[in-house]
């Protein structure tokens, strides 16, 4: 690969699910994956020391998108790509079953409040992906200083009847490097390790596999004036919702700003409705992309049948 120093983060909206990690790392490798790399010391040490394999990082913080790639970058690394986006939604839709052989996730925020306990990757969900992409025989390693979120983890695991060799180890991994681990241990806490190596199979359900089209529905006429008055409407379905932020005009385009929640997986993206010869179209707006999910879908047709006369 000869890449320029922002070429190492994949934008993987406007890519085929799960993706070819073959084609994109050109070779075939063993892949190792990290959620939440913050500065990216971790997986760039393992990327160094076993330049055989190939890893994947997943990060939510752009600041930290931006660092790794220059560590990346400077440090002659061919084997690594990083993603913005959610984690958990990384590894259940980039990996098919049975292709990961590592899994980290180092000092993961806690979210204590119980208010915020559905952004935690101690969740049932999160454990089956772990079960589904995971190979058998593969391990994933959790370190915190938060003891009761390593436990949960463990106790998830354990119920899921798909890991063995379940350990949690007090002060394992010193040597991690990472900014989080420094800040922790200089306070003179305890960081805690689980390490679990799969044992059985669990599949999980995709949302976005097989969608090969842009979501988009022509209709004849449209209401200018429920199109303009969708600004700020929340719409609710089982799976998810949406909220239309901001309605933009000009002549004969419209756009909509939207922000959708499913399952605490949050998009934000266009649709815009167009006037073409013989009618209109509503489309999810291919200058701000998005994963096209079942409430990405839902919110084009719903936008659609509301402004449609
Ligand atoms: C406490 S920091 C730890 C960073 C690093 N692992 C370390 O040990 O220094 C947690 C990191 O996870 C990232 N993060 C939080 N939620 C995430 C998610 N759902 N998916 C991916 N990254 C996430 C945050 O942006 C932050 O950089």
Request: charged fraction near 25%.
């Amino acid at each position: 690969m000869n890449l320029g120093v922002f070429s190492y983060c994949i934008d993987a909206r406007k890519l085929p699910l799960p993706i070819d990690w073959k084609g994109l790392f050109n070779r075939e490798a063993e892949l190792v994956v990290e959620l939440g790399f913050g500065n990216g010391e971790f997986l760039i040490e393992l990327a160094k020391r076993d330049p055989s394999r190939n890893y994947i990082g997943f990060e939510t913080s752009l600041t930290s998108i931006v660092k790794i790639q220059k560590k990346i970058h400077y440090g002659g690394l061919n084997n690594v790509l990083v993603f913005m986006v959610d984690g958990h939604f990384g590894l259940r839709e980039f990996f098919e079953d049975n292709s990961v052989q590592e899994i980290y996730i180092n000092f993961p925020c806690p979210w204590p409040k119980k208010a915020h306990a559905e952004r935690r990757f101690t969740n049932q969900a999160f454990v089956t992906t772990v079960a589904a992409v995971l190979k058998k025989g593969g391990v994933f390693h959790l370190t915190s200083d938060v003891e009761w979120y390593v436990h949960d983890m463990a106790s998830l695991m354990e119920e899921s009847g798909c890991f063995g060799e379940t350990s949690i180890l007090t002060n394992d991994r010193i040597v991690l490097g990472t900014r989080y681990e420094r800040k922790w241990l200089s306070q003179g806490k305890v960081s805690y390790t689980l390490n679990a190596v799969k044992t059985d199979h669990r599949t999980v359900e995709r949302w976005t596999w097989g969608e090969t089209t842009v979501p988009h529905v022509h209709v004849k006429d449209v209401d200018r004036q429920k199109l303009l008055g969708l600004k700020e409407q929340v719409f609710k379905h089982e799976r998810g919702v949406f909220v239309v932020k901001d309605v933009y005009t000009s002549e004969n385009e419209y756009l909509l700003r939207i922000v959708s929640n499913e399952s605490n997986f949050q998009q934000r993206y266009f649709i815009s409705v167009e006037k073409k010869p013989g009618g209109w179209l509503v489309k999810l707006d291919p200058d701000a992309f998005a994963y096209r999910t079942f409430i990405v879908k839902f919110s084009v047709k719903k936008v659609a049948e509301v402004i449609s006369t």
